[in-house]
Protein backbone atom coordinates (compact mmCIF):
# COMPACT_ATOMS: atom_id res chain seq x y z
CA UNK A 1 0.00 0.00 0.00
CA UNK A 2 1.23 3.53 -0.58
CA UNK A 3 3.36 5.10 2.84
CA UNK A 4 0.92 8.61 3.24
CA UNK A 5 2.51 11.51 5.67
CA UNK A 6 -0.32 13.41 7.42
CA UNK A 7 0.37 17.01 8.33
CA UNK A 8 -1.68 18.42 11.06
CA UNK A 9 -1.57 21.67 13.57
CA UNK A 10 -4.46 20.99 16.18
CA UNK A 11 -6.76 18.13 17.48
CA UNK A 12 -6.67 15.65 14.70
CA UNK A 13 -10.10 14.47 14.17
CA UNK A 14 -9.72 14.31 10.57
CA UNK A 15 -6.37 11.80 11.01
CA UNK A 16 -8.16 9.55 13.46
CA UNK A 17 -10.50 9.15 10.60
CA UNK A 18 -8.12 8.16 8.41
CA UNK A 19 -6.41 5.56 11.19
CA UNK A 20 -10.03 4.42 11.70
CA UNK A 21 -10.91 3.92 7.73
CA UNK A 22 -7.06 1.83 7.67
CA UNK A 23 -8.27 -0.09 10.31
CA UNK A 24 -11.36 -0.87 9.24
CA UNK A 25 -9.81 -2.10 6.08
CA UNK A 26 -11.72 0.58 3.72
CA UNK A 27 -8.13 2.47 2.98
CA UNK A 28 -5.39 0.86 2.24
CA UNK A 29 -2.47 2.77 3.42
CA UNK A 30 0.75 2.81 5.31
CA UNK A 31 1.37 5.98 7.83
CA UNK A 32 4.76 6.73 7.34
CA UNK A 33 5.06 9.70 9.49
CA UNK A 34 2.79 12.27 11.25
CA UNK A 35 3.95 15.95 11.75
CA UNK A 36 3.06 19.22 13.19
CA UNK A 37 4.30 22.52 13.75
CA UNK A 38 2.63 22.45 17.30
CA UNK A 39 4.06 20.23 19.85
CA UNK A 40 1.04 20.02 22.17
CA UNK A 41 -1.36 19.08 18.77
CA UNK A 42 -3.58 16.53 19.62
CA UNK A 43 -2.91 14.76 16.64
CA UNK A 44 0.36 13.94 17.39
CA UNK A 45 -0.90 12.01 20.58
CA UNK A 46 -3.44 10.00 18.38
CA UNK A 47 -0.87 9.24 16.32
CA UNK A 48 1.44 8.32 18.93
CA UNK A 49 -1.20 6.12 20.53
CA UNK A 50 -1.74 4.87 16.89
CA UNK A 51 2.09 3.34 16.74
CA UNK A 52 2.41 5.83 14.18
CA UNK A 53 6.51 7.99 13.94
CA UNK A 54 5.53 11.44 14.74
CA UNK A 55 7.71 14.05 14.16
CA UNK A 56 6.83 18.11 16.23
CA UNK A 57 8.32 20.46 14.16
CA UNK A 58 8.42 24.40 15.52
CA UNK A 59 8.68 27.08 12.95
CA UNK A 60 10.80 29.29 15.73
CA UNK A 61 13.70 27.93 14.94
CA UNK A 62 14.03 28.79 11.37
CA UNK A 63 14.99 32.32 9.72
CA UNK A 64 11.91 32.16 7.50
CA UNK A 65 8.57 29.97 6.23
CA UNK A 66 10.73 28.48 3.64
CA UNK A 67 13.51 27.26 5.43
CA UNK A 68 10.90 25.44 7.73
CA UNK A 69 8.97 24.07 4.68
CA UNK A 70 11.92 22.96 2.52
CA UNK A 71 13.30 21.09 6.29
CA UNK A 72 9.52 20.17 7.01
CA UNK A 73 8.99 18.76 3.26
CA UNK A 74 12.47 16.84 3.37
CA UNK A 75 11.75 14.83 6.45
CA UNK A 76 8.04 13.93 4.79
CA UNK A 77 10.03 12.24 1.92
CA UNK A 78 12.88 11.03 4.32
CA UNK A 79 9.63 9.07 5.69
CA UNK A 80 9.39 7.73 2.53
CA UNK A 81 5.92 9.04 2.17
CA UNK A 82 4.59 9.33 -1.32
CA UNK A 83 1.40 11.16 -0.51
CA UNK A 84 0.95 13.94 1.76
CA UNK A 85 -2.48 14.81 3.52
CA UNK A 86 -3.12 18.42 5.25
CA UNK A 87 -5.67 17.57 7.72
CA UNK A 88 -5.96 20.76 9.84
CA UNK A 89 -2.54 22.07 8.78
CA UNK A 90 -3.36 26.00 9.42
CA UNK A 91 0.06 27.08 7.34
CA UNK A 92 0.58 27.82 4.00
CA UNK A 93 3.33 25.97 2.58
CA UNK A 94 6.20 27.65 0.13
CA UNK A 95 5.98 27.82 -3.26
CA UNK A 96 9.50 26.84 -3.46
CA UNK A 97 9.24 23.84 -1.14
CA UNK A 98 5.88 22.38 -2.32
CA UNK A 99 6.90 21.99 -5.95
CA UNK A 100 8.25 18.73 -5.90
CA UNK A 101 4.89 17.88 -4.13
CA UNK A 102 2.43 19.08 -6.43
CA UNK A 103 0.13 16.36 -7.68
CA UNK A 104 0.48 14.51 -4.30
CA UNK A 105 -0.79 16.83 -1.39
CA UNK A 106 -4.34 16.95 -1.02
CA UNK A 107 -5.99 19.61 2.10
CA UNK A 108 -9.62 19.15 3.86
CA UNK A 109 -11.10 22.79 4.00
CA UNK A 110 -14.20 23.23 5.45
CA UNK A 111 -16.39 25.35 3.05
CA UNK A 112 -17.64 24.85 -0.44
CA UNK A 113 -14.36 26.36 -2.28
CA UNK A 114 -13.65 28.26 -4.37
CA UNK A 115 -15.85 29.94 -1.38
CA UNK A 116 -14.26 31.21 1.93
CA UNK A 117 -10.38 30.48 1.15
CA UNK A 118 -8.30 31.39 4.79
CA UNK A 119 -10.52 31.27 8.08
CA UNK A 120 -13.27 31.86 10.14
CA UNK A 121 -15.25 29.45 7.18
CA UNK A 122 -18.66 28.73 9.03
CA UNK A 123 -18.65 32.48 10.48
CA UNK A 124 -18.83 33.69 6.74
CA UNK A 125 -21.10 31.40 5.16
CA UNK A 126 -23.50 32.36 8.18
CA UNK A 127 -23.01 35.73 7.93
CA UNK A 128 -23.30 35.50 3.88
CA UNK A 129 -26.97 34.04 4.57
CA UNK A 130 -26.22 31.29 2.40
CA UNK A 131 -28.49 28.21 2.38
CA UNK A 132 -25.72 25.26 2.42
CA UNK A 133 -22.51 24.94 3.57
CA UNK A 134 -19.82 22.05 3.48
CA UNK A 135 -16.40 20.80 3.00
CA UNK A 136 -13.43 20.41 0.44
CA UNK A 137 -10.76 18.69 -0.82
CA UNK A 138 -8.41 19.75 -2.97
CA UNK A 139 -4.55 19.34 -4.62
CA UNK A 140 -3.11 21.95 -3.18
CA UNK A 141 -1.09 24.62 -4.52
CA UNK A 142 1.05 27.56 -4.08
CA UNK A 143 -2.10 29.22 -3.85
CA UNK A 144 -3.98 29.11 -0.76
CA UNK A 145 -6.63 26.95 -0.57
CA UNK A 146 -6.62 27.79 -4.58
CA UNK A 147 -6.00 24.56 -6.09
CA UNK A 148 -8.04 22.11 -7.88
CA UNK A 149 -11.10 20.61 -6.38
CA UNK A 150 -11.28 16.97 -5.88
CA UNK A 151 -14.59 16.42 -3.91
CA UNK A 152 -17.32 18.36 -2.04
CA UNK A 153 -19.94 17.28 0.63
CA UNK A 154 -22.84 19.56 1.45
CA UNK A 155 -25.51 20.49 4.51
CA UNK A 156 -28.26 22.74 4.37
CA UNK A 157 -27.77 25.66 7.03
CA UNK A 158 -30.46 25.13 9.69
CA UNK A 159 -31.76 28.08 11.74
CA UNK A 160 -30.62 27.13 14.61
CA UNK A 161 -26.99 27.09 13.41
CA UNK A 162 -24.14 29.47 15.00
CA UNK A 163 -20.59 29.18 14.17
CA UNK A 164 -19.81 26.22 16.22
CA UNK A 165 -22.86 23.92 15.46
CA UNK A 166 -22.33 24.11 11.98
CA UNK A 167 -19.03 23.10 12.25
CA UNK A 168 -19.71 20.00 15.08
CA UNK A 169 -22.75 19.12 12.05
CA UNK A 170 -20.14 19.44 9.35
CA UNK A 171 -17.35 17.19 11.07
CA UNK A 172 -19.10 14.05 10.33
CA UNK A 173 -18.43 15.10 6.48
CA UNK A 174 -15.35 16.17 6.56
CA UNK A 175 -14.68 12.64 8.49
CA UNK A 176 -16.35 11.01 5.55
CA UNK A 177 -15.05 13.25 2.47
CA UNK A 178 -11.15 12.43 3.35
CA UNK A 179 -10.60 9.10 3.41
CA UNK A 180 -12.80 8.31 0.21
CA UNK A 181 -11.00 10.63 -1.60
CA UNK A 182 -7.44 9.66 -0.07
CA UNK A 183 -8.59 6.30 -1.20
CA UNK A 184 -9.09 7.42 -4.63
CA UNK A 185 -5.64 8.71 -4.95
CA UNK A 186 -3.78 5.72 -3.20
CA UNK A 187 -5.86 3.79 -5.50
CA UNK A 188 -4.66 5.31 -8.73
CA UNK A 189 -8.06 5.78 -10.35
CA UNK A 190 -7.59 10.15 -8.78
CA UNK A 191 -4.69 11.45 -10.72
CA UNK A 192 -3.04 14.87 -10.68
CA UNK A 193 -2.26 15.46 -14.71
CA UNK A 194 -1.56 18.34 -16.98
CA UNK A 195 -2.56 20.76 -13.83
CA UNK A 196 -5.12 19.50 -12.63
CA UNK A 197 -7.21 16.33 -11.48
CA UNK A 198 -7.99 13.84 -13.54
CA UNK A 199 -10.67 10.74 -11.96
CA UNK A 200 -10.89 8.00 -14.46
CA UNK A 201 -8.64 8.91 -16.64
CA UNK A 202 -10.85 11.82 -17.68
CA UNK A 203 -10.08 15.60 -16.63
CA UNK A 204 -12.30 16.62 -13.57
CA UNK A 205 -14.62 18.68 -14.91
CA UNK A 206 -16.54 19.28 -11.30
CA UNK A 207 -15.90 18.16 -7.76
CA UNK A 208 -17.32 14.73 -7.01
CA UNK A 209 -19.95 14.82 -4.55
CA UNK A 210 -19.30 12.58 -1.90
C1 LIG B 1 -11.11 20.78 10.25
O1 LIG B 1 -12.39 21.33 10.36
C2 LIG B 1 -10.49 21.12 8.92
O2 LIG B 1 -11.42 21.13 7.87
C3 LIG B 1 -9.97 22.50 9.18
O3 LIG B 1 -9.44 22.44 10.48
C4 LIG B 1 -10.15 21.47 11.22
C5 LIG B 1 -9.18 20.50 11.84
O4 LIG B 1 -9.83 19.64 12.71
N1 LIG B 1 -8.96 22.90 8.23
C6 LIG B 1 -8.71 24.15 7.89
O5 LIG B 1 -9.33 25.08 8.34
C7 LIG B 1 -7.60 24.33 6.89
N2 LIG B 1 -7.42 25.70 6.55
P1 LIG B 1 -9.13 18.31 13.21
O6 LIG B 1 -7.77 18.72 13.80
O7 LIG B 1 -10.04 17.76 14.27
O8 LIG B 1 -8.98 17.40 12.04
Redesign the pocket.
Known sequence: PPRIAVL??????????LIAARDAGTLPVEFALVASDKAD???LRLAEAAGIPTLALSPKAYPDRRAYDLDLLDRVAASGAELLV?????RVIDAEALRPWVGRVI????SLLPKYR??H?HRRALEAGDAEHG?SVHFVTAE??GGPVIAQARLTIEAGDDEQRL?ER??PL??RL?PAVLGLLASGRLQWRDDGAHYAGQPLSAPLLL
Do not use: K, Q
Open positions: ASGRGSNLAAAGALAGFMNIHPGLTVLDALLEHL
